[in-house]
């Protein structure tokens, strides 16, 4: 989509789809509306998967204040401007999108639909909208890249403390023919998380969300001969639903029993680095010449140090909410950043919900925004198709925003459309 004509635009076409077939009685797949699109998607999913997708941290002020800064922005649309003909499309890294969305990594996507991550990859490649494969993935990144075509994708890394993982699931990423690494700096440690905590439920232990290192040979190649001894015993009747699902997971990785035990010990061993600092850039730099990305910058200073150390773009987030209570909106972060980050692109995620959502980023700096929350619930509520429905809503949405605006490309938002 390099600009649209007027009957196929994104906003038009998709209204007229659902209108025409609902006239005769077809609804749309998924509510359109996002808060009830997600209480559709909250009474589908079971209590612990709704608890581990819709939670946050803390009293989840965070979740909050990431809707509130968007929420708190004003557009101001001009009017008697031609808008017949209208250009959506961002480039990066010599990519040309055709509306300026991606789908942000989510992991463990089995506990909501049993597709997972494929139908998220088929829906995104339909779609012509980059996916960024998880590092918590419950389908490799090999599967999902052969289901995508020439689709784009990028690949989100979690920098683990064992280096030749990093170097091997990197170096994979390049194969499956990802055009950047995401690295995520905000989860070196597991936020602290009372709906997770208090179901007393974490997906990894039973095997859920390892794909990505259940089927990389280096990773394999150093699961013990049995489970290290913590000190902490597992009590209670989930003991068995538990067994069950380490057995299943082992079944699928050609992985007996003992060894499932003893992989789960070995990533939750080794999978965060709390010691990751700006140094280690340079490292991932000799292991990959795919474009790198800092995901979880928040600070200006730290987007000055991004662009000092030579990484290729920025993504502020703030991993909606799920790590630190209390913290800043990605959206009040962004001015700021996009100032300090010396022409580097500046994505964002975190309490996105719609396409006015979408332009308002894009107006305060943002080069593209990534969603995560929303195609889950179309992908709990429908799988691909709804994963497709939430896309071509949001799109839809951002197209019809840019134009009663009284603006004919996305690259021409900036600030002068908020009030204030």
């Known amino acids: 989509m ?5 009957g196929n635009a994104p906003g038009r076409l998709r209204q007229m789809q659902i209108y025409v077939t609902g006239a005769g009685g077809k609804r749309p797949t998924v509510p359109v509306a996002p808060h009830l699109l997600e209480q559709a998607a909250i009474r589908k999913m079971t209590p612990e998967a709704a608890a581990y997708i819709v939670g946050g941290a803390g009293s989840e002020t965070t979740i909050r204040v990431n809707r509130a800064a968007f929420e708190r922005h004003r557009i101001v649309p001009r009017v008697l401007r031609d808008v017949s003909r209208r250009d959506l499309s961002v480039t990066l890294f010599g990519r040309r999108h055709p509306a300026p969305v991606l789908l942000d990594p989510v992991g463990v996507l089995e506990m909501v639909h049993p597709e997972a991550d494929l139908a998220v990859a088929r829906a995104a490649a339909a779609e012509n909208i980059a996916y960024v494969f998880s590092n918590q993935a419950s389908v490799s990144m090999e599967q999902c890249a052969a289901a995508m075509g020439d689709a784009p994708r990028w690949f989100q890394l979690y920098w683990s403390s064992d280096d030749d993982f990093v170097r091997s699931v990197v170096a994979r990423a390049e194969k499956c023919s990802c055009e950047a690494i995401a690295v995520t700096l905000d989860t070196t440690l597991l936020g602290w998380r009372p709906r997770d905590l208090d179901a007393a439920y974490l997906p990894f232990l039973r095997g859920l969300g390892l794909a990505q290192y259940l089927s ?12 290290p001894e913590t000190g902490v015993k597992p009590r209670g009747f989930d003991l068995i639903s538990t067994a069950l699902s380490l057995r299943r997971k082992g079944k699928q990785f050609d992985l007996s029993m003992q060894q499932m035990r003893a992989a789960v010990a070995h990533f939750t061993a080794t999978y965060s680095r709390p010691d990751l600092n700006w140094a280690d850039l340079k490292r991932l730099r000799t292991m990959t010449k795919l474009p790198i990305l800092l995901k979880g910058i928040r600070h200006a200073d730290d987007a000055r140090l991004a662009y000092q150390h030579g ?4 993504i502020v987030s703030n991993h909606g909410g799920r790590q630190v209570d209390g913290e800043v909106a990605t959206l ?19 309490g996105v919900r719609s396409g006015s959502d979408v332009a308002k980023a ?26 497709r429905e939430v896309i071509r809503n949001i799109v839809a949405e951002f197209d019809l925003t840019l134009a009663l605006a009284g603006l004919a490309k996305a690259s021409e938002l900036d600030a002068s459309i908020l009030a204030g």
Do not use: C, H, N
């Open 2 to 6: 390099t600009e649209t004509q007027p």
């Open 216 to 227: 990389d040979p280096v990773f394999k190649s150093k699961i013990p001969r049995s489970p």
């Open 311 to 314: 990484v290729d773009g920025i």
């Open 332 to 350: 009040d972060a962004l001015p700021g950043i996009v100032s300090a980050a010396s022409g580097l692109p500046v994505l964002l995620d975190s």
């Open 362 to 387: 894009l107006a305060l700096g943002a080069t593209a925004v990534l969603i995560g929350r929303p195609y889950v619930y179309g992908l709990a509520l429908a799988g691909e198709t709804g994963v």
